[in-house]
């Protein structure tokens, strides 16, 4: 019983000295952990890769282990000057998330390691970016097809590093910048065409009062000329109800009609401070003359 209890630690020690072994990177037990792709070396050429998480085996001396990241990793590029299709120079700044797809290919294209793939990355992105920004005006960059453009630089940046076992995951414009030189020069023409725009806003404006004013007079002279129409149309039947009315009375008693036709008169004529200069027997005056007007 001793002896299997012995024999048991014994087992124990050596497998967890295997495995203490296999995480500093020695013995036969290869450990992948989260995030590590693993590739075996035998004799310098490509034996294994190991890219999920797990236990596996190795022959010592004979095998050496490469290891990769598996997570993504940040790269931030030189900005670069480039012309848009309005010919409008920019420094746009840009970077890169990436990561390790194929370990095989990645060390097959860069045996030097990660510098060298960064180096690469520069070169591939770059050209792209230059690419797809020139096809591009300036106001597009900057504003209505930025995220377009960026869309269109990952997947074309993806395609382009496939070949070396990368993936681009992500391509973004950190920022855009005019250089010193151009900026008067973008300003000048931006105040341009806001004076461009402003005449035209203004023509189109004064047009439009002048098309308003022009249906309001026109309105204002048919309502005139109706309120005129009806002004008149209702004169004429009141001085014909009034004519009517002093026909009817002067039937009545033409010389009751006649006496207050008169006093009207002297009324509508003698005022304060009037002078009148009639003969005495003048027709104007008859009602001064007697009480029957003779």
Do not use: C
């Not at 995480?23 to 035998?42: F, N």
């Not at 900005?79 to 848009?84: A, D, H, M, V």
Request: cysteine-free.
């Amino acid at each position: 019983m001793r002896r299997i209890l012995y024999l048991a630690l014994v087992v124990a020690a050596v497998l967890a000295g295997l495995v203490w072994a296999g995480s500093v990177g020695i013995g036969p037990v290869l450990i992948t952990r989260e995030g590590e792709q693993k590739m075996v070396l035998r004799l310098g050429s490509v034996a294994a890769v190991r890219t999920e998480p797990g236990l596996w085996w190795r022959i010592p001396v004979l095998d050496d282990v490469l290891v990769f990241e598996k997570r993504l990793q940040y790269f931030n590029a030189r900005p670069l000057l480039i012309q848009t299709r309005d010919a409008q120079p920019i420094n746009v700044d840009y970077y890169v998330l990436w990561r390790i797809d194929d370990p095989r290919r990645f060390y097959e294209s860069f045996p030097g390691g990660t510098t060298r793939a960064v180096d690469q990355i520069q070169r591939v992105v770059g050209a792209d970016v230059q690419e797809l920004i020139g096809q591009h005006s300036l106001d597009e960059v900057i504003t209505s097809k930025r995220t377009e453009i960026m869309e269109q630089m990952t997947v074309q940046a993806n395609e382009s590093l496939t070949s070396f076992g990368i993936a681009a995951a992500d391509v973004r414009i950190n920022r855009t910048e005019l250089p010193p030189d151009t900026i008067e020069n973008v300003y000048a023409r931006m105040r341009t065409e806001r004076g461009r725009l402003a005449r035209k806003y203004r023509a189109e404006g004064d047009e439009e009062g002048r098309r308003v004013r022009a249906a309001a007079d026109r309105e204002a002279q048919v309502i005139g000329a109706e309120a005129q129409r009806d002004s008149d149309i209702l004169r004429g039947q009141g001085d014909a109800e009034a004519a009517r009315i002093y026909a009817e009375a002067y039937g009545v008693d033409a010389e009751f009609y006649d006496f207050v036709r008169s006093l009207e008169a002297y009324r509508k004529t003698i005022g304060s401070n009037t002078t009148l200069v009639l003969p005495p027997d003048s027709e104007f005056f008859r009602l001064f003359g007697s009480s029957e007007g003779r």
